[in-house]
């Protein structure tokens, strides 16, 4: 089992900057995925960024040159910093934790709402 916890949402105001975190509650031990994903009101999770085991990064076209994931192993922790946020960046923000056997985990997300 492992817990994930998500931390750092909340008001920012458009063209700002945010850092979310996602701390798990023990070492996590590879090859796996961790990931951030959002869901606005009314509308599906979707996948914001992800960072595998060796460091390789994806990120949605949306999010592309704003919002960096990076990835703390000692701290057993991942951050999204989110830089020149827009109101549709508006969303609860979850983190994932999956291993390619199919197990994984969710956090119980963190609000961020953009606005002036």
Same mark, same amino acid.
Not at 11 to 31: I, K, M
Not at 42 to 65: F, H, N, P, W
């Given at each position: ?5 998500? !931390?750092? #949402?909340?008001? @920012?105001? =458009? #063209? ?14 590879? =090859? ?8 606005? =009101? ?11 085991? #060796?460091? !390789?990064?994806?990120?949605? $076209?949306?999010? *592309? ?6 990835? $703390?192993?000692? *701290? ?9 946020? *827009?109101?549709? $960046? ?5 983190? *994932? @934790? ?8 969710? #956090? ?9």
């Amino acid at each position: 089992q492992v817990q994930l916890v998500e !931390s750092g #949402g909340g008001l @920012v105001q =458009p #063209g700002g900057s945010l850092r979310l975190s996602c701390a798990a509650s023990r070492t996590l031990f590879g =090859p796996y995925t961790m990931g951030w994903y959002r869901q606005a =009101p009314g509308k599906q999770r979707e996948l914001v960024a992800t960072i595998t085991t #060796g460091g !390789s990064t994806t990120y949605a $076209d949306s999010v *592309k040159g704003r919002f960096t994931i990076s990835r $703390d192993n000692a *701290k057993n922790t991942m951050y999204l910093q989110m830089n020149s946020p *827009k109101p549709e $960046d508006t969303a609860v923000y979850y983190c *994932k @934790v999956a291993w390619t056997r199919g197990t994984a985990y969710w #956090g119980q997300g963190t609000q961020v709402t953009v606005s002036s």
